[in-house]
Structures are given as C-alpha cells and as structure tokens.
C-alpha cells in the first residue's frame, strides 16, 4: 500500500469520489428508497468548487484511489468571536479502516480550520457508532450533548 495523501478534491475526482459520498450515505440509511435526490449530491459537489460557498471537501488518496472524505463547512456563531467548523461528512472505503485514514482527515480539517481562524471543529455522530467514536474520544472531546432536529419539509 503507497502513502496516503490528504488533498482538497479536484472536479477530475468525481468518478472516485460518487462511491465515497454513496457509501457514506448507506451507511447512515441513505440507500434505496430513502436515498438522497440527485438533485442534493449535485448541489453538494457543485458547492466544493464556488469560492462563495463555506462547504469544502477533502479526499484522501492512495495509490492513485480515492480511499476517505471529509467535507466541513465554517460558520459563525453566538458563543465566540471567530468563526467555527462543522465537520459534517467523514467517511473511509471499508479496505481502509483501521490505518489512520480517517484520523488524517480530521487533522486536516483541523488545519484548514486554524488557517480560517476558527478557534473549534466540532461534529456530530450516532451514538451506536462505535469504532468512529474511539477514534473521536481520541482525537476530540464529548462534551454531552445530544443533538435534536426537526424537518421543515
């Protein structure tokens, strides 16, 4: 296996990345029936190359294969001065886990984050997802709070 390489994604990396973003999704029972529209993974890709967007993406390449993703956006917020990152899609090719993949992707997106200015990164996942999660207590800190959503359509 040749070295991993964390780079922003390149408009050329679509073809690879469409596995990434679908494995992603099934694995947070977005497959099938409840699949996401076409509609959504397009705008999703089209919103990594527009400057004026604040959703990036970065891949993890080895070997000249597409094996993780990363996508963040940056935000403002009412409890700090300086902006703050959402690491909202992390996910690595089931060949592979368990080889750092996906810890070099959050401190890359730690990084992006420090070139911003931001002063946090922070994420949210399920609380059955337990090989994510000991690599989170790692790498971040839990601090207890669980997350609510309501849909508007």
Do not use: K
């Not at 000249?64 to 963040?72: E, I, N, R, S, T």
């Not at 992006?112 to 994420?123: E, I």
Request: net charge positive.
């Amino acid at each position: 296996m040749g070295q991993v390489i964390i780079r922003p994604v390149l408009r050329s990396d679509r073809g690879q990345w469409q596995p990434l973003w679908d494995g992603y999704n099934d694995f947070y029972g977005r497959s099938g029936a409840t699949a996401l529209a076409a509609e959504i993974t397009e705008a999703t890709w089209e919103r990594f190359f527009d400057a004026a967007e604040p959703v990036r993406a970065l891949v993890a390449e080895q070997s000249g294969h597409l094996v993780g993703l990363a996508h963040y956006l940056f935000h403002r917020s009412t409890t700090r001065l300086a902006d703050i990152c959402y690491l909202q899609d992390l996910f690595t090719a089931a060949p592979a886990r368990g080889r750092g993949v996906a810890r070099r992707l959050v401190e890359a997106v730690y990084a992006a984050a420090c070139r911003r200015g931001c002063s946090r990164v922070y994420w949210q996942t399920q609380a059955g997802n337990a090989a994510a999660r000991r690599l989170y207590d790692q790498v971040a800190a839990h601090l207890g709070f669980i997350v609510y959503s309501h849909e508007l359509v």
